[in-house]
């Protein structure tokens, strides 16, 4: 990391900009001043940067919008031990993460005023990743009464979730899509029927039948999904879906798109990277909340990443200590970190021909910051000078030295992957750099 | 308007159910009338004995202390005889039971029963079984035609017309007949309703009533000429309708901040009792300049003196006076 002098220009000249909001994809310059962009274009430094400013030769690399990841644990306040803001914020920058959307599983929850103050004034002393909370929908998670969501989102709250929990009572779903409507704010489901997935430790099938495992079936998933579309239709709320796994979960929210129903929904990079052979011989670090689920349930997630029924990939980092994961598998917390990794598995959609590289970006960036009507994801003169500059073919290999996280549970652990954030500004700032 | 009142209305009917349905000649005809009492109410000697021989029973099975003291003061101020039965919900349990009560009130030969129940649909029931005059003192969440002509005369007095207001009604619609009956009658006099409320507390499809629906107090308010207040009916609520005191108060309590975005010369309402820091700031309720909830009080009482008076000259005029 890298800190240098706030109040002077940067010409970034040279560069591949790539910006899907506009579906630029030229070979230029960017100029950075005063914490925005200040202009962009193939012929902006054709009569040489501005004097005074810092001069950054891109190499003819990509730069696009800094990353957007939607959904991250991030630990604080209460699990210190697994995460803080600044670890979690140090593993954002390297992984080109220039804002994160935390969830309110803390301890205290963020069901308060207080909780999404202290979390962005926290944030913003660090310097790092810029941190939006998601506030509960419910009073302390609980599933029974709903929050303040009015005052919550005056307080700076950007969407509404139980995070890690699903909104299990369909009268409490009903009302909050319904109260929430009154002011316009988004509801985000952890969409599992929780009496099906109770006790279950991976995804229902041969394999952990074979292991000897209790099954989560995919069923639980569709069911809620269902469900909760019904419900939008009902209410006429907003409703999105967090890291779909499932074929038929997929299938439920396409056609509820074509009815045209307020509903939009993301997954994770390890449900169309891995499947559930990733559990192997009981590897605690691929238990994950949705499980692993199949070799089709994966194609179908990469299929509706590709036909657009899927808007945005967020990481899902969940931070889990040794302690949590070095049990037997039944007994080991779920989750895995992933926000360093955001960028190379999204890539392989590219690598591996899934998706053009504008598209790729896209899920990354401006569709989360459009889905939480965050002013990011974008580059455009007068936007904020978040920006990630990317080595596109870099390869190097997933291990717990190259993780910033303080837990080092990644389900991608030991993985070769290509692509790499050697860049990274925050309202104007360097804040990681590997210049090499 | 009025001030020697009509021995002989435009409202034709037995019973008074609700508004939905009533044509504005007959809401016409009952505002007229309860016109002509207001300032027979401010006399010294009150009394007149048009209902002398009367026998009025108000009914409550649902806890009331304003509505069943107006019906009682206005039969007695007619010269009737008075008789107030509270009921208490929990002993009565519905169906059968509501029917057997209606037969044992009837075999007494009273001319109007003032009924107030917990259900919706209950005085309509009961009304079929008795050959009596019935007035609806307001059913479950369905409706209470004596508030909604009450506020009607108030505002009807103050402006001089009903026709071609905007009336903004705020709060808690879902729970509320008194919305409901003000929904209607209002429609009918071709005034405007806008309702404002939270999602949670307004009935499904509520437009088709012919209202429009604001979520915001300062959008739902702009330029109104009346913002009726309803009572948050948490006795009511089983559930979650909104997240705090605090919250809904900051959102949709009406204080000055939000008033300012009404006409300088709006009326504040509320058909009481208020809760005062949920649904209406202490100061806004006590503006002398502003509120009229006290005159709907004193409306009170003359609009149910003229319909006790009508109701019973119909029962003389349908020949349906007790065998």
């Known amino acids: 990391m890298t800190s240098r002098d706030t109040t002077r220009p940067i010409a970034l000249t040279n560069a591949r900009i790539i910006d899907p909001a506009s579906g630029l994809d030229i070979r230029g310059g960017v100029l950075v001043s005063e914490e925005k962009i200040a202009g962009l274009g193939e012929r902006l430094f054709d009569t040489g940067p501005p004097d005074g400013a810092m001069v950054i030769d891109c190499r003819g690399r990509c730069l696009v919008p800094g990353l957007v990841d939607m959904r991250a644990h991030l630990g604080e306040p209460g699990d210190e031990h697994k995460e803080t803001l600044a670890t979690s914020g140090r593993a954002a920058v390297a992984g080109g993460v220039t804002t994160i959307v935390c969830l309110p599983n803390t301890d205290p929850v963020i069901d308060d005023m207080s909780g999404v103050e202290f979390v962005a004034r926290r944030a913003r002393k660090l310097g790092l990743s810029k941190v939006y909370p998601y506030a509960a929908v419910s009073k302390n998670l609980a599933g029974e009464e709903i929050a303040e969501l009015g005052m919550l989102a005056e307080a700076g709250a950007v969407a509404f979730t139980d995070g890690l929990f699903p909104i299990a009572d369909a009268q409490l779903m009903r009302r909050a899509l319904s109260y929430a409507k009154t002011f316009g704010l988004l509801i985000a489901q952890h969409p599992e029927e929780p009496s099906l997935a109770r006790g279950s430790a991976m995804n229902a099938g041969e394999t952990a039948t074979r292991l000897g495992l209790a099954g989560n079936p995919s069923q639980a998933e569709v069911i809620m999904v269902e469900r909760d579309i019904r419900l939008v239709e009902l209410t006429g709320g907003r409703l999105h879906f967090a890291h779909l796994s499932t074929t038929a979960a997929i299938e439920a929210v396409r056609q509820a798109k074509r009815r045209g129903l307020d509903i939009s929904c993301d997954t994770a990079p390890p449900y169309f990277a891995l499947n559930e052979m990733a559990v192997g011989e009981y590897r605690t670090f691929a238990k994950l909340s949705p499980p692993l689920r199949t070799e089709q349930d994966r194609q179908a997630v990469v299929d509706g990443l590709k036909d657009g029924t899927i808007d945005a990939i967020a990481s899902d980092h969940l931070p889990q200590d040794e302690e949590s994961k070095r049990l037997p598998f039944a007994e080991a917390a779920a989750g895995g970190i992933g926000i360093q990794t955001l960028l190379p598995i999204t890539l392989e959609l590219y690598h591996n021909g899934h998706l053009d590289l504008m598209s790729a970006i896209d899920l990354i960036s401006r569709q989360p910051a459009r889905l939480l009507n965050l002013p990011a994801g974008t580059i455009a003169r007068g936007a904020a000078a978040d920006l990630t500059l990317i080595d596109v073919d870099k390869g190097w290999i997933v291990t717990e030295s190259t993780l910033l996280s303080k837990s080092k549970n990644s389900p991608f652990d030991g993985r070769p992957v290509q692509g790499r954030a050697v860049m990274t500004i925050v309202d104007g700032r360097i804040v990681h750099d590997v210049e090499d | ?323």
């Not at chain 2, 929904?183 to 437009?207: F, K, Q, S, W, Y």
């Open chain 2, 1 to 323: 308007m009025n001030t020697v009142a009509p021995r002989t209305s435009d409202y034709h009917q037995r019973h008074l159910l609700g508004i939905e349905g009533l044509n504005p000649v007959e809401i016409t005809g009952l505002l007229d009338r309860s016109e002509s009492y207001v300032e027979q109410n401010r006399q010294v000697n009150k009394k007149k004995s048009v209902l002398s021989g009367r026998t009025i029973i108000n009914v409550f099975f649902e806890d009331s202390t304003r509505t069943r003291t107006s019906f009682e003061l206005a039969g007695k101020r007619l010269g009737g005889d008075v008789i107030n039965m509270t009921v208490s919900s929990s002993s009565v349990k519905k169906g059968e039971t509501l029917i057997d009560t209606a037969m044992t009130l009837n075999a007494m030969h009273p001319d109007v029963l003032v009924v107030r129940h917990p259900q919706s649909g209950a005085v309509q029931l009961l009304s079929e079984k008795v050959n009596c005059a019935v007035i609806n003192g307001g059913d479950g969440e369905h409706e209470h035609p004596t508030q909604a002509l009450l506020d009607a005369l108030t505002i009807r007095r103050r402006r001089g017309h009903l026709d071609g207001l905007t009336v903004a009604i705020c709060g808690d619609i879902l729970h509320s007949r008194v919305a409901r009956s003000n929904i209607h009658l209002l429609n009918t006099m071709g005034a405007r309703v806008r309702l404002i409320a939270p999602e949670t507390l307004l009935p499904t499809d509520v437009a088709r009533l012919g209202t429009e629906v604001f979520h915001n107090m300062k959008d739902g308010l702009r330029d109104v000429d009346i913002i009726m207040m309803l009572r948050l009916q948490r006795e009511r609520m089983h559930g979650n309708f909104f997240p705090s005191i605090r919250e809904y108060f900051h959102f949709f309590g009406l204080d000055y901040e939000k008033l300012g975005a009404a006409r300088d010369d709006a009326l504040i309402m509320h058909p009481g009792p208020m809760n005062r820091g949920v649904e209406i700031d202490s100061e806004v309720a006590d503006d002398i300049g502003r509120s009229v909830i006290r005159e709907q009080v004193e409306m009170g009482v003359a609009v149910r003196m003229a319909c006790l008076e009508i109701l019973t000259e119909n029962l003389d005029a349908d020949g349906r006076e007790q065998r």
